[in-house]
């Protein structure tokens, strides 16, 4: 039988990435001490890898399939099919930021004023490559943990770290100074796997499904009877990814209307679609828009 070998990635990724797999229609389940979860469909084995190390997995044929962010591709300088971008979040799908720190009273404005200095962070070949672009002398380091920190303590001249939003940066007194990348998950695929016949039908599978979940996030179904007399006046409200579906009920003078809609209108929406006229509102969840 052929099988594929997906990489789930361990860490701060790993219940996003099981959860968004359940509404795709994969089920994922592994206790504390396995590396290897079980998921129920026999043409695919998975394996438990750190975000930072999937992509030379995948380079190297140990996965065929896995997620990582893109600064960890790059990283590790991984030669990789790009096969989705994944951007997601329980919060929120903005991008994180791999940006430049200092402390607040520093006098460092530029990534010019690095020159010579000393910086500390988890993504060090890239910092590297990427001040030496540029042609500025820098010392990077790799930080075992607890990066901010160590600028906070002057233990450095600056940090790169990652950040979504800059709250905690600020909460610490700590300036950012320069935005190096930006960052998301990405589903990724060995080489070799994405030419094989068998394996490339099984990812674009897994892309399409996974896709569809990540598009259904944040968004529910919406299901309303209405009057013809009342029917325009509704539709003017309805937002939908294209244009919401409309189908006579057995009263002539009576319609249903389904559409799909952003779960942070709904509480608006719903009582406009009182006032104008709508009837036996129905709101339900999905799991995938495709």
Request: aromatic content about 8%; some cysteine; hydrophobic content about 40%.
């Amino acid at each position: 039988m052929n099988v594929l070998k997906l990489g789930i990635p361990k860490g701060s990724l790993e219940n996003n990435t099981v959860d968004l797999f359940k509404k795709a229609g994969w089920r994922i389940t592994y206790d504390s001490r396995s590396y290897f979860p079980d998921i129920d469909d026999p043409e695919i084995n998975c394996a438990l890898v750190r975000a930072q190390e999937m992509s030379r997995y995948i380079e190297d044929g140990h996965l065929d399939l896995g997620l990582t962010g893109i600064d960890w591709i790059l990283e590790n300088n991984s030669d990789v099919v790009a096969v989705q971008d994944l951007v997601y979040s329980k919060v929120s799908t903005r991008q994180a930021r791999w940006v430049l720190v200092v402390r607040d009273d520093s006098p460092i404005r530029s990534i010019e004023d690095m020159e010579g200095k000393h910086i500390s962070t988890e993504l060090v070949q890239f910092t590297r490559r990427y001040f030496a672009e540029r042609n500025i002398n820098v010392n990077v380091e790799f930080s075992w943990g607890a990066t901010e920190a160590k600028v906070v303590d002057g233990l450095v001249d600056a940090v790169v770290e990652v950040t979504e939003t800059g709250s905690t940066i600020r909460a610490n007194k700590l300036r950012i100074v320069h935005e190096l990348m930006k960052t998301n998950t990405q589903l990724i695929a060995n080489r070799d796997a994405w030419n094989d016949p068998w394996k490339r039908r099984k990812i674009e599978q897994i892309r399409t499904l996974l896709t569809g979940s990540l598009l259904a996030m944040g968004k529910v179904g919406l299901k309303l009877n209405v009057a013809k007399a009342n029917l325009d006046k509704v539709m003017s409200l309805l937002p939908s990814l294209k244009a919401p579906t409309i189908s006579t009920l057995y009263y002539d003078e009576w319609f249903a209307i389904e559409s799909v809609i952003d779960t942070g209108v709904v509480r608006d929406i719903i009582p406009r679609l009182l006032e104008a006229g709508a009837e036996g509102i129905i709101e339900y969840p999905l799991n995938k828009v495709i």
